[in-house]
């Protein structure tokens, strides 16, 4: 099995120990793979190495300035961080990217409502479910922002339809609490 293949495997797992070990030895052997350096960032991130993590995505998209993935990546780092601007920064350019998938509008919309910027936030949020009916992680997050800003009524759509194409998800029924 191959450094790569090991890593995901330990990573589906769980084990991000053991991926961030096979992820040192990728990006030793292959300093300017983007992709090994994306993989660090994710195991780094997940075992509470957040400022590590955001070096390794930061790298990854120097190395791969046109990779939507690694704009992503440093985007919702950013904004773990709380680092807004930046994240706002990385999220334009993940849309800029692949202008037709709903993670960045995800992304930027929930920059914008951090930010306090209420209707920017929900036209992301409708981008976001607009390139793709299944996006699911919007609806909730546009139905929260809209409970937040007193249209109830208008977010129990978002609850009810994520309720019913997933019945058994407990962050839904949170939600519709």
Avoid at 101 to 117: F, I, Q, S, T
Avoid at 147 to 172: F, H, S, T
Wanted: proline share 3%.
């Amino acid at each position: 099995m191959c450094i790569r293949d090991s890593s995901r495997l330990n990573a589906s797992q769980g084990n991000w120990d053991a991926s961030l070990a096979d992820c040192d030895r990728a990006v030793n052997s292959h300093p300017t793979d983007a992709s090994a350096r994306l993989s660090k960032g994710e195991a780094l991130d997940r075992l509470g190495r957040a400022k590590d993590g955001l070096i390794e995505f930061r790298l990854a998209v120097s190395l791969a300035p046109e990779s939507f993935e690694a704009s992503l990546a440093c985007g919702r780092a950013h904004r773990r961080a709380l680092q807004l601007r930046k994240a706002m920064e990385y999220a334009n350019k993940a849309i800029s990217l692949r202008h037709n998938h709903p993670a960045g509008y995800l992304l930027r919309g929930d920059v914008n409502a951090e930010m306090d910027r209420v209707e920017e936030a929900l036209v992301d949020y409708g981008r976001a479910i607009s390139c793709s009916e299944e996006a699911v992680e919007a609806r909730l997050a546009r139905g929260g922002l809209l409970l937040r800003i007193g249209r109830a009524e208008d977010a129990v759509k978002d609850y009810d339809w994520a309720a019913n194409k997933y019945p058994d998800d407990p962050n839904i029924q949170y939600g519709l609490a």
